[in-house]
């Protein structure tokens, strides 16, 4: 029997030893990679390393500047910034969203209204931001946080300084009011510049002098635990945390007089309407009221959305401001700038007479344009149709001039155009003409011009528009004897760490020149005679005051009298009534103050407006310095 070698051990040896000869060679290799990456982490890329470990064990808290102070053209504060506590909500921490906004409904620190736009808002911020869910809180919701506080994760109450208007509802419309910052304004802003911030500028000057007022945010890094929690450290602050100081925006110095603006405002209170007044002499805007108002330290608060609906469906409109934005056809105010064109087109003189019998026809036309006194003012004048407002005189007036010359002259001082005053939301109105109505108008009988058009534009109604400031500006050149100056409510900005302060000067416009200067005189002495001539519309306002004054009253229609109806105030709705508007320089010497008041459905300059304009003339006026 053949002898078999089951076991080789020389070869066992051989495998053995390539197979260990392998192995080392390849733990060699491991080690040296490892030893390879481990100096790449540790040496190489030492200080990318530390400063990404530094961020896990560190987290950014931003650090919101200071918004601008405010400051009216006396020094008094009328925007400044107060400690706050807000609730900020940061995403990534909350765990399910919908689950911690329906406990803070059900802990009463939203409201149920309010789920969808906090919602919206927290998701349209990066999921690591402090987003505030909630501005100011008082001390009840303070304490109702504090019990839920472990119930929230992601939530956290911060002390914060938060936007304040001492004055309230006064002057809002010209200051605006800031409030949380919309997915609409995330979309134009830049973010990195509102990192910490939850509040912006909506309207107003808070809205046109933002960039300013903002200043720039700063930041700390804060020590935090495995569960993101900060942590204080037992031996000073660590080196390694950076910080930033955040730099307080800019402080604005405004043009408007606070207290004026409440004699203004509490003068024409339980009206709607506007008033706007003016230094003719800087453009200076002194008051800006627009009634009624609404107190901005709601929204600075955070605003309800039963609230806002409050003020949105107020038939009063409370948030329009009437003096950019609402349109109004002049009226009897603008007689004196009609009587200004006749001069200078050199059509009529001032001693030329016409007979008034309360009412004008067109050659070879029935159609009867009456007069608001309906037996007429008899034989008048220049001087004598301005100061009792006649309306014959300036129908026959209109259609001697014709429309390209009145839309030349009033374009000229500014009507149908913005003036530019230095906040947003200005609507120009219509200075209407054959070209405007071509384009405004799709039917061709539509856009047809006819003379009885010309016709009521004497008396500054029809198709013409004007805005109360626009009213304002245009009596301004009147009171300067064709010099003016653009609209503006901020005069000089402050850098509040260095004190350093950019004066804005008076930006004057073209001046107009007529063809005989002495003309100014003829219309001024005309409107002085509205308030202290024998049968002057405003003479019972302007009776005793220490001071002249050149005015001019003003009813505008607000719907269109058949021509066999007859204008009843009693028998009419209230929002039906007509328009009335007062606009008025004083001394008419020296003007220092030009104003323009309407009242809504008021019913007439003389007795609804003018009161309005001799209580701000007296305020201002009696302080002996402008």
Avoid at 20 to 39: H, K, N, T
Avoid at 310 to 326: I, S
């Amino acid at each position: 029997m053949r002898r078999v070698r089951i076991k080789d051990e020389h070869l066992e040896e051989r495998i053995f030893l390539q197979r260990s000869l392998v192995a080392a060679f390849i733990v060699a290799v491991v080690m040296l990679l490892l030893a390879g990456r481990a100096f790449w982490l540790q040496v190489l890329r030492h200080d990318y390393y530390a400063e990404l470990s530094q961020g896990n064990r560190a987290r950014i808290e931003p650090l919101p500047p200071n918004r601008g102070i405010i400051y009216d053209r006396e020094g008094r504060v009328i925007a400044e910034n107060t400690p706050a506590y807000q609730l900020e909500l940061v995403r990534e921490q909350a765990g399910d969203l919908d689950t911690i906004l329906a406990q803070l409904v059900s802990f009463g620190l939203l409201e149920q209204d309010d789920l969808k736009r906090v919602r919206q808002l927290v998701q349209s911020r990066r999921s690591f931001e402090a987003v505030p869910i909630r501005l100011q809180l008082d001390d009840v919701l303070v304490a109702r946080f504090a019990v839920h506080r472990h119930e929230l994760p992601g939530v956290s109450l911060e002390t914060r300084m938060a936007r304040h208007y001492p004055y309230g509802p006064i002057g809002a419309h010209a200051l605006g009011y800031v409030g949380t910052i919309s997915e609409d304004d995330l979309s134009r802003i830049d973010r990195e510049r509102y990192f910490g911030t939850g509040v912006i500028g909506k309207t107003g000057i808070e809205r046109a002098y933002e960039g300013e007022l903002l200043g720039v945010g700063g930041y700390r890094e804060v020590l935090v635990n495995a569960e993101g929690r900060p942590v204080k450290l037992l031996e000073g602050a660590d080196a390694q945390l950076q910080s930033r100081e955040p730099q307080s925006g800019r402080e604005l110095r405004l043009t408007i007089d606070i207290e004026l603006q409440r004699v203004a405002e509490e003068a024409m209170a339980g009206r709607r309407g506007a008033v706007v007044a003016i230094d003719p002499w800087t453009g200076d805007v002194l008051v800006l009221a627009s009634l009624p108002s609404f107190d901005p330290n709601g929204f600075a608060r955070g605003i309800s959305r039963k609230d806002y609906l409050a003020l949105t469906e107020d038939p009063d409109q409370p948030l329009f401001n009437r003096v950019l934005r609402g349109t109004y056809p002049p009226g009897s105010t603008i007689k004196p700038i009609m009587a200004l064109a006749g001069l200078e087109y050199e059509v009529i003189k001032p001693q030329d007479s016409i007979f008034c019998a309360g009412q004008y026809s067109l050659p070879g036309s029935r159609h009867k344009f009456r007069d608001w006194k309906h037996e007429g003012h008899g034989r008048v004048d220049m001087r004598n149709a301005v100061m009792q407002s006649c309306d014959v005189y300036f129908y026959r007036l209109a259609n001697t001039l014709g429309i390209d010359r009145i839309h030349d002259i009033m374009t000229r001082i500014g009507f149908g155009a913005p003036t530019g005053i230095d906040i947003g939301g200005e609507r120009g109105g219509i200075m209407p003409s054959p070209q405007w109505k071509k384009s405004a108008f799709s039917g061709h009988a539509q856009q047809v011009w006819f003379p009885g058009e010309t016709v009521i534009l004497g008396i500054g109604q029809g198709y013409w528009s004007t805005t109360p400031l626009q009213l304002a500006t245009a009596t301004a050149l009147l009171a300067m004897r064709g010099k003016h100056f653009r609209p503006r409510l901020v005069r000089a900005l402050v850098d509040p760490a260095t004190g350093a302060v950019e004066e804005r000067a008076p930006r004057a416009l073209p001046a107009i020149e007529l063809k005989d200067q002495a003309n100014w005189e003829v219309i001024v002495d005309a409107m002085v005679a509205v308030t202290s001539g024998p049968r002057g519309t405003a003479v019972r306002a302007s009776r005793g005051a220490a001071y002249s004054i050149a005015g001019k009253t003003g009813t505008a229609q607000v719907f269109t009298v058949g021509q066999t109806e007859k204008y009843n105030e009693k028998t009419i709705a209230e929002r039906l009534r007509d328009h009335a508007l007062f606009v008025a320089f004083a001394p008419a010497e020296a003007p220092r103050l030009v104003i323009a008041v309407l009242v809504e459905n008021g019913g007439h300059g003389s007795s609804a407006a003018a009161p309005i304009a001799r209580s701000v003339f007296d305020a201002y006026l009696a302080r002996g310095t402008g």
